[in-house]
C-alpha cells in the first residue's frame, strides 16, 4: 500500500500523535511549574485571526496590596514558551498579577500559517498580541519580552503605545543591522554548512531526530537542569516538535537568523517619547549589546542595564537581579531612578 493511500484511509494518525505531545507538553509545563512552587491558572484565549487561540497563564498578586498600577505580561522568545520565564514568575507576582502567553504558532497556542511576506508576517503577530489583549480586557500593561518576544513587543508599542505602561526588553533579538563582515570571517566549510542549513527551518534538526532530541539537548545545554528541572529538556523539545508555523513566520523576519531584515534599530525613533524602556542585556549574551547605548542616546525615559555573569537567558541566568531591575524600573520613572548606579536594590526573594 502506497504512503499516499495509508493516508487516506488512516487520517486520524497525525492528530492522535499531535493530541499525544500536547497532552506530554501539558504536562512537561506543569512539573516545571510545581518544581517552583508556582500556582496558577491556565486557559486557551480564542482570537479572531484564522480562529486561533493563544495559550496563557495567569499568577495572582499574592501580596497584600498590589504596588504596581497595572498587570505584568509576559512575552517569550524564539523556540520558548511560557514555563521558561521560571522563577522570574513568582518574583513579580509578589508585586502585581502576571499574564504569561505562548506566542501565535509556539507552545501550546495554535498553528496558524503567517504570510510568506515579512511585513505582513510581523503584523500579524503583532495583531495577535492585540487581539489577546482585547479578549483579556487588559487596558494597559507592563510588557516584559526575551529575545523575539522583545522584537515583537516592541513593534507592538510602536503601533499601541497607549496600551503600554512600560516597556522591558531582556536581550531583545533583532534590533542591530547585519554584520557586514559576518561571512567574511566564515571558512569555506563554516560557508558551505551555513548556506545548507539556513534552507530549513532553525529547529528542523531538533524534530528530524525524533524522540532523542530531549536526549541531544541534555548532552549539549547541561546548564538548563540547573535553572529549572529535568523537564525543560523535555518542554522545550515538545514547544518545538509541532508544526512550525512560528518557527517558519520568525524565519521570514530574519536574516541569517542572527539579525532581523527590518533591524528595529531604523524603528526605534518610532516609538512614542513618553513610553519608558528599559533594556536589560547579558553580559555574556552573542546578541552584540554594545550599540543600544548609541541607539538609546538622547532618548528619554529610556536606559540599558548589564548584568553580570549573565547570557543571552538573562532572566533565567541570574533571576534575582533581573526581577530587581524590572520591578524598580516598573515601580518609578525610568530617567529618574534607574540613572543613579549607586541606588539600593529591592529585596527580592530568590
Not at 485571526?49 to 522568545?77: M, R, W
Not at 500579524?124 to 518576544?149: C, D, P, Q, T, Y
Not at 531583545?172 to 548556506?195: H, M
Not at 528541572?229 to 542572527?258: I, M, R, W
Request: hydrophobic residues 40%; aromatic residues 12%; charged residues 25%.
Amino acid at each position: 500500500m502506497s504512503n499516499e493511500s495509508s493516508q487516506i484511509e488512516y487520517p486520524w494518525f497525525p492528530f492522535i500523535g499531535q493530541m499525544a505531545r500536547m497532552q506530554k507538553l501539558e504536562e512537561s509545563e506543569r512539573r516545571i511549574f510545581a518544581s517552583l512552587g508556582i500556582e496558577y491558572v491556565s486557559r486557551m484565549i480564542k482570537i479572531p485571526f484564522k480562529n486561533s487561540e493563544i495559550y496563557t497563564i495567569s499568577v495572582q498578586c499574592d501580596a497584600p496590596e498590589k504596588t504596581l498600577d497595572h498587570p505584568i505580561v509576559l512575552v517569550h522568545g524564539f523556540g520558548a514558551g511560557v514555563a521558561m520565564w521560571g522563577a522570574a514568575i513568582r518574583m513579580f507576582s509578589k508585586f502585581q498579577t502576571v499574564h504569561a502567553f505562548d506566542l501565535l504558532g509556539f507552545g501550546r497556542s495554535s498553528r496558524p500559517t503567517f504570510s510568506t511576506n515579512h511585513r505582513d508576517a510581523e503584523n500579524e503577530m503583532v495583531e495577535s498580541i492585540e487581539m489577546w489583549r482585547n479578549e483579556m480586557s487588559i487596558n494597559k500593561m507592563n510588557l516584559v519580552a526575551h529575545s523575539f518576544g522583545g522584537y515583537l513587543a516592541t513593534s507592538y508599542a510602536i503601533k499601541y503605545p497607549s496600551r503600554v505602561n512600560k516597556l522591558v526588553l531582556a536581550d531583545p533579538w533583532g534590533f542591530n543591522e547585519v554584520n557586514p563582515t559576518f561571512e567574511q570571517n566564515l571558512s569555506t566549510t563554516a560557508k558551505v554548512i551555513s548556506s545548507v542549513y539556513l534552507k530549513f527551518n532553525p529547529l528542523a534538526l531538533l524534530r528530524a531526530v525524533g524522540s532523542y532530541g530531549p536526549s541531544m539537548m541534555r548532552r549539549f545545554r547541561p546548564d538548563l537542569r540547573e535553572k529549572y528541572s529535568d523537564h525543560v529538556y523535555d518542554y522545550v523539545y515538545l514547544c518545538n516538535s509541532q508544526s512550525p508555523t512560528g518557527e517558519a513566520a520568525f524565519k521570514s523576519l530574519a536574516e541569517k537568523l542572527a539579525w532581523a531584515k527590518e533591524p528595529m534599530s531604523k524603528r526605534f525613533h518610532g516609538l512614542d517619547e513618553n513610553l519608558p524602556v528599559v533594556f536589560i542585556h547579558g553580559q555574556r549574551s552573542w546578541i552584540d549589546w554594545t550599540s543600544i547605548s548609541d541607539l538609546i542616546s538622547g532618548r528619554s525615559n529610556t536606559d540599558m542595564m548589564i548584568i553580570e555573569e549573565a547570557g543571552h537567558h538573562v532572566y533565567a541566568d541570574n533571576t534575582s537581579r533581573f526581577t530587581e531591575i524590572v520591578i524598580e524600573s516598573l515601580r518609578k520613572g525610568v530617567q529618574d531612578d534607574m540613572n543613579d548606579s549607586k541606588r539600593e536594590p529591592v529585596e527580592v526573594e530568590s
